[in-house]
């Protein structure tokens, strides 16, 4: 599926429909693009349409931020500073509940080996003055938000 994002408005708008179309699943989100692709602003509204109304912080400097929301757990990775993927062990990657959360990960190349198999990848490519958002569902679960949102955008 592609959707061409005209500017920050039609990602936030895009991202909300994610998270409906995701809607309290269990589920890994690789996120791959270049640096400034809007692959943050993505998963920023993701997380608003979980319900979250604080600040979405930017997991750059920390590689993973946590969210514990009353119907959900999502985990919030960006590992575009990981400089070995074996540094997810120290941030206790194998403790961290994946049969019950939904992961967000921004640059997965980064923690191949280390990182859950995807249920749905999404592309960011710049296509100036806009983004390209492309979505590929990799699981029965994925392909299932993929065919749900082909209903709602």
Known sequence: MEIYLKDSQATAEAGLALGKAIA????????RGDLGAGKTSLCQ?????????????????????????PNALIYHFDLYRLADPEELEFIGIRDLDSDHAL???EWPDKGLGFLPEP??????????PGRMLYIQGISR??????ESLQTDI
Do not use: W
């Not at 309290?24 to 996120?31: A, K």
């Not at 509204?45 to 929301?69: C, F, M, N, Q, W």
């Open 24 to 31: 309290n699943q269990r589920l890994v989100v690789y996120l």
């Open 103 to 105: 992961f967000l990960v």
């Open 119 to 128: 249920d749905l990848e999404l592309n960011m490519t710049v296509q100036s």
């Open 45 to 69: 509204a993701i997380i608003k349409a979980y319900g979250y109304h604080d600040r979405v912080k930017s997991p750059t400097y920390t590689l993973l931020e946590p969210y514990e929301l």
């Open 141 to 146: 679960c994925g392909e299932a938000v993929v």
